[in-house]
DNA sequence: CGGTTAGTACTAGTTTTTTAGTATGAGACC
DNA sequence: GGTCTCATACTAAAAAACTAGTACTAACCG
């Protein structure tokens, strides 16, 4: 049998990303925003469809919802580094078998890090 | 509609780690180390998944196969290295909006990478 | 108040991804 | 030569992921 994803899912993730970023929305926020992004690549988005994966990730304990005069206000249930975190190491485990290092080094050479970002980022662990 | 992946799915990536790490494979070769794995976690395999899998990745240009004295005998269409490059930058993408530094940061707060291993990683960058 | 708008609940369809069965053939084995 | 083993081709189906329709209700508007 197919196991189920252990982290977000590609749609949830883009929804999560959107209540983080606006601490609470409600259904037609969120579908407000990604119709508008979705025109962009020429896509679309039902209502109902927005509706229906928010009602999943309230399932999945990733939101949280309030009643309100109107429509149902969601708010993240758990907050945005623990589960970004989660899908890194999940990701890590699942590309590099668990080792985090030849990710830093494809980063390193393909996404323009300097030596200078690198420093930094050492200083802030150096700090612990 | 939904749309299909633009990377490697987790089952393909599984089944192309196995091939790049032996150069060569045929199904018979993979469905057996897949096979030893799968029973630590108590799931299971049938030979013909297998044989399914490498064909939709031989279609898909990942794999490239050669008539052999009996099996067919599978090799990488292309490096690791531009795959899996490839799917980090998906990954940064989709999570991370493009950035990479954010990425940068969790690895060094949850992967116990030490202030040593980005020097390291610093001076590849610095010889550039 | 009657119609329109905006919301939810319930249900269900489509596509992708993953899985595997059955038929068939070529070569090994006796 | 007959049978057994191991391979492929073809087919298909289950689960997950994604999508959306329909019915119904509340509230807003004239």
């Given at each position: 049998m197919r196991p189920r994803s252990s982290t977000l899912?590609?749609?949830?993730?883009e929804i999560?990303?959107?209540v983080?970023?606006?601490?609470a929305a409600t259904v037609?926020?969120?579908?407000?925003?990604?119709l508008e992004r979705r025109k962009l690549e020429s896509r679309t988005v039902a209502y109902t469809t927005v509706m229906t994966m928010m009602k999943i990730l309230e399932q999945k304990?990733?939101?949280?919802?309030?009643?309100?005069?109107?429509?149902?206000?969601?708010?993240p249930a758990q907050p945005k580094g623990t589960v970004i975190g989660a899908m890194v190491r999940?990701?890590?485990?699942?590309?590099?078998?668990?080792?985090?290092?030849p990710l830093l080094v494809h980063l390193v050479e393909e996404h323009n890090l300097?030596?200078?970002?690198?420093?930094?980022?050492a200083k802030i662990r150096g700090r612990q």
């Open positions: 899912t590609e749609q949830e993730l999560m990303k959107i983080w970023d606006h601490e037609r926020d969120v579908y407000e925003i990604l304990e990733y939101l949280r919802k309030d009643e309100s005069d109107r429509a149902f206000v969601y708010r999940e990701f890590v485990n699942r590309v590099f078998n668990g080792s985090a290092e300097s030596k200078e970002d690198l420093e930094e980022i």
